[in-house]
């Protein structure tokens, strides 16, 4: 990928990259305050191309200077931007809701973002289709792999609504139990814990959608973590050029989220992954 051209007017830059594959220009209009950081001390934005070689929408990946001119752009299917209504004012209620109803909800949410499959059990249909869809907010991907109900027992989905007897089958993935108000299987996440308190202040403010730029910036040091880590003059080291960006927390989820995606991660990071 190469860059064509940028223009700043304000706090909302212009920036046209090129698409190497359909070798089409696109222009894109985006807030200052909405990019990501990226490492060494560049900016980062995601954001959807029509690619016409492959005739569907594909996720470009953009990392500019600190002028704001563009360094790199990579297409990708891998993950791509929250739904912009996903992040609808009115989800708050649904945080409110997670929040209430499951005691140690950063487990959950650490589930969802790591590609875990997080089963949602309990005797009240319409409580479990609820969390499930409240649960779809941290889907590290564009479209939620997700069924609110099911009376059959189900692997290929990540987030799954059942009953509890149905629960009882499963004998891996995350657990969240609606009767006991409890998570079970999960990992303890200091970041989401730290989150969930955040996105309650940001609801309260009526600001709601400002958490996806923070699950979006954790999707892509994860998408870069493992770029990084397949390059064999950066390797290992990889994960220590991340930590130079993210707090020890944040970095810590970031590895579990590429791991999600990307198995072998974890084994080439191993060395440095103190």
């Known amino acids: 990928m190469s860059k064509k051209q940028k223009s700043k007017t304000g706090s909302v830059i212009t920036v046209r990259a090129l698409c190497d594959r359909c070798k089409e220009v696109d222009t894109f209009h985006v807030s200052v305050r909405d990019l990501l950081p990226h490492i060494g001390g560049l900016y980062q934005f995601s954001t959807i191309h ?3 070689t492959d005739n569907k929408e594909m996720i470009m990946n953009i990392v500019l200077d600190r002028n704001f001119s563009v360094r790199q752009t990579t297409i990708s299917p891998f993950v791509g931007e929250m739904f912009e209504g996903r992040w609808a004012p009115e ?9 209430k109803t499951v005691k140690n909800a950063d487990q959950a949410i650490h589930g969802v973002l790591s590609g875990k499959q997080v089963i949602v059990v309990g005797e009240n249909k319409d409580k479990v289709q609820k969390m499930v869809h409240t649960l779809e907010l941290f889907y590290p991907g564009r479209f939620p792999s ?67 730029i923070k699950i979006e910036m954790l999707i892509e040091f994860a998408r870069v ?50």
Request: glycine share 6%; net charge negative.
């Open 50 to 52: 029509h690619c016409k």
């Open 225 to 274: 973590l493992i770029e990084l880590s397949k390059d064999p003059e950066i390797g290992a080291n990889s994960i220590n050029l991340i930590k130079m960006d993210v707090s020890p927390d944040a970095a810590e989820l970031i590895i579990d989220i590429a791991s999600g995606f990307d198995p072998s991660v974890v084994g080439i990071i191993k060395e440095n992954w103190l």
């Open 146 to 212: 997700s069924i609110d109900w099911t009376e059959e027992t189900i692997k290929d989905k990540k987030i799954v609504g059942t009953s509890l007897e149905l629960g009882n089958q499963y004998n891996e993935g995350v657990i969240v139990n609606l009767e006991t108000q409890k998570v079970l299987n999960g990992t303890p996440s200091r970041y989401c814990k730290m989150l969930l308190p955040s996105l309650l202040d940001l609801g309260s403010k009526g600001l709601i959608s400002a958490t996806k």
């Open 91 to 99: 989800k708050a209620k649904d945080i409110k809701f997670l929040v």
